[in-house]
């Protein structure tokens, strides 16, 4: 299958391309001859303005697969996110605006795929500040914490969308992804500071003081966000090719040689 990645530069877009390739696909350049599109291009950050995330994550999507489908293009995967389920923000709305833009273009098999937080080597933002802090032996004031939350390694997100590519069932529906069992943000503290090779220092502080303090940041680590990932097991017969630990092996791997 000849398929056309949009944001290939970037952390997921370093991913996708060689999983592409190593399951006999062609990654191209341009749109035009393609059989496929994956979607990633879009902001990827809750910061940016309600008129960006219009500008980019909607309107851009809905261009995008505009082209696609003026181009001969049959299939479109939209990576979207978890938070166009239940939107709270400007990101999440703009998320679920795109889904439903593609929705009204005619032409295209859609499959939009929905992940949580997706980590991995490269992974920058929120998880990256998490690894220096237990990295670095910081004190954590995580340890009275009591939630569930799913997470996905970029190894799994892009076997699923390869897997979306190549199952023509998987066209018209939205999948949730995940790695598997939810965890605590102190249960994944001690997990990472286990792949780290040194013990992640949790001390009590009671959440809804984090949360005053800290804001929509501190409730990403307070609140939970699990997902059932069921349909796309059931249905596409998908199972996660890596493990949470195996995952965040390799993600502290990299952390350690970022120096080197």
Known sequence: MRVFVTGRSGFIGHWLAPTLEARGHEVRVAIEGS??????????????SAADLQRVNVDGTRQQAERAAAAGVRK????????AAAPDD??????LAAEQALAHISGL???????????????????????????????????SIENRRSLLY?????????HCLEIPRAAGRTYFLSDGRAVSTPELCRALGNALGRSARLVPFPPPWLELLGGDR????????????????????????????????MTAEWYRGRGS
Not at 90 to 95: C, I, N, Q, S
Request: glycine share 8%; with cysteine; hydrophobic share 45%.
């Open 90 to 95: 400007a990101y999440g709305r703009a998320k």
């Open 218 to 249: 501190a409730r990403r680590l307070t609140r939970s966000l699990e997902i059932d990932d069921g349909a796309i097991r059931q249905e596409l017969g998908w199972r996660p090719p890596y493990t949470f630990e195996e995952g965040l092996r």
């Open 154 to 162: 970029v190894g799994n997100l892009c076997d699923a969308i390869v």
């Open 109 to 143: 098999d859609v499959v939009v795929l929905r992940p949580p937080l997706v980590y991995g080597p490269g992974v920058k933002a929120n998880f990256l500040a998490l690894m220096r802090a237990v990295s670095r032996g910081w004190l954590l004031p995580f340890a």
């Open 35 to 48: 059989d496929a599109v994956v979607h990633l291009a879009n902001i990827a950050h809750t910061s940016a």
């Open 76 to 83: 479109f995967v939209y990576l979207s996110s978890v938070k």
